[in-house]
């Protein structure tokens, strides 16, 4: 198992850039593919981004796609997402999740989740 815990959230203004951390406990962080959802007030979560265990191989959803940046440090067993241009529309909390599998992209592949952190994009 792992346990994870995110931070970085926080209020932006439109335009704006702020940097997810998702911080994981356990000597066993690089077996696991990363990922970071969403879910907004009112609606379902999303997928955002994902990541494969050796950082290599990375995918995004649509809505993202170059304003979002996923990456990975093993060795501080740590994911980050680095979000720019950011909109009202990715208001949101934003969860990350961990997965036994190679390379995952649904909710419903990933085993284990954090809390999740607040990120709320408004003028």
């Known amino acids: 198992q792992v346990q994870l815990v995110e931070s970085g959230g926080g209020l932006v203004q439109p335009g704006g850039s702020l940097r997810l951390s998702c911080a994981a406990s356990?000597?066993?962080?690089?077996?696991?593919?990363m990922g970071w959802f969403r879910q907004a007030p009112g609606k379902e979560g999303e997928f955002v981004a994902a990541i494969t265990r050796g950082g290599w191989g990375k995918d995004y959803a649509d809505p993202v796609k170059g304003r979002f940046t996923i990456s990975r440090d093993n060795a501080k067993n740590t994911v980050y997402l680095q979000m720019n241009s950011l909109k009202p529309e990715d208001t949101a909390v934003y969860y990350c999740?961990?997965?036994?599998?190679?390379?995952?992209?649904?909710?419903?592949?990933?085993?284990?989740w954090g809390q999740g952190t607040q990120v709320t994009v408004s003028s």
């Open positions: 999740a961990a997965a036994i599998a190679w390379r995952v992209t649904t909710v419903a592949g990933f085993d284990y």
């Open positions: 356990g000597r066993t962080f690089s077996s696991y593919a």
